[in-house]
C-alpha cells in the first residue's frame, strides 16, 4: 500500500501561506491539510472545523496531556497542535499531508518524521508583509505592531528548511510549490516503497 508523504509549510503572519495551501489542496486530490486545534477565538469568516479546530484551552491541556497532539506550539500566546490520529490515518491512505504550521511545531515534526519536506514561505520585504498585514483588516494596529515583531522572528528559522519560497508572485509562488511537492513525491525512498511490486517484477529477470 502506498503511503503519502508529510509536507511542513511555515511563514510569518502575512506571508500568504494560507492562501497558497488552499490553492494547492484545490487543486490536487492527492494532498490534503491538517486542521490544527486551537484556544484562539474565530476572526471574522472563519469557521470550525474548516479553518481550525476551535477549542477551550482546558481542553487544550486536556489532550495535550494525553498524547493526541503530534506536535504542538504557542504562537502570540494561544495554543495550536495537530491530531496524530488524523494525520496517521491520511497517510496510511496514501494521501500527502501538510501542515500549515509554526516553526516550533517544525522542529518537533522534523525529529518524528526525519524524512518530511519543509517548506518556508518568505514575503518579498518587510514593506509588502507590514502592507498585507494591514489590508486584510484583522488587526488593530497595535497587534500588527506585534505580529511585524514577531515575524522577524520567525524568519531567523529560514535555514531549517529544506526549501525556500518567496510570495511576490502567487501564481509564481504556488508554481515553485507545485513542483517541490512533485519532486518529493518522485524521490527514490519513496518510490522504492510505493513502487515495491513493480520493482521487484523487473529485476527479477
Sequence with gaps: ????????????????????????????????????HTTRPARVGEENGVNYHFIEKSEFTTRLSEGDFLESAEV?????????????????????VILEIDWQGAQQIRKLYPDTCSIFILPPSIEALTERLTE??????????NRMQQAQGVMEHVAEANFVVVNDDFQAALQDIRAIIRSQRLVVTSQQRNLSELLSSLVKG
Excluded at 9 to 33: E, N
Excluded at 136 to 145: N, P, Y
Design 76 to 96: 502570540y500566546g494561544y495554543h495550536y497542535g495537530t491530531s496524530k490520529l488524523w494525520v496517521s490515518e491520511q497517510l496510511n491512505k496514501g494521501l500527502d
Design 136 to 145: 486584510r483588516a484583522q488587526d488593530d494596529s497595535e497587534t500588527i505592531d
Design 1 to 36: 500500500m502506498n503511503l503519502g508523504k508529510l509536507f511542513i509549510i511555515t511563514a510569518p503572519s502575512g506571508a500568504g501561506k494560507t492562501t497558497l495551501v488552499h490553492a494547492l489542496v484545490s487543486q490536487d486530490k492527492k494532498l490534503c491539510v491538517s486542521i490544527s
